[in-house]
């Protein structure tokens, strides 16, 4: 059974930073290409980021490009997002999911996302 768990989500203000990370198991995390998502309230999900298995192809949604780094410790069962400029639209809750195969690595599956982490930026 495939389990997520994401954790690092905060309260931050406008301009800071964030490390979200995700912790995988019930499958072969080292072979699957991963994503994050994120819903803010009252919309429907929105891809972020997404990494190939090995970590050597990343992809990311043109609102997070040169502020969100995705990244990945296999040996860790671990998928990170780091967040950095943050800004109010950014809110959301923050999901990790598989991704697809091949070169659509960095789509979603999106049923099968963790319960998602709260972040919140506010001053």
């Known amino acids: 059974e495939v389990q997520l768990v994401e954790s690092g989500g905060a309260l931050v203000q406008p301009g800071g930073s964030l490390k979200l990370s995700c912790l995988a198991s019930g499958f072969a995390f080292g072979l699957s290409p991963m994503t994050w998502v994120r819903q803010a309230p009252g919309k429907g999900p929105e891809w972020v980021s997404g990494?190939?298995?090995?970590?050597?192809?990343?992809n990311y949604a043109d609102s997070a490009k040169g502020r969100f780094t995705i990244s990945r410790d296999n040996d860790k069962n671990t998928l990170y997002l780091q967040l950095n400029n943050l800004k109010t639209e950014d809110t959301a809750t923050y999901h990790c999911a598989l991704g697809n195969s091949g070169d659509e690595y960095y789509k979603p599956l999106y049923f099968t996302r963790g319960q998602g982490t709260q972040v919140t930026v506010s001053s």
């Open positions: 990494i190939n298995s090995d970590g050597t192809r990343t």
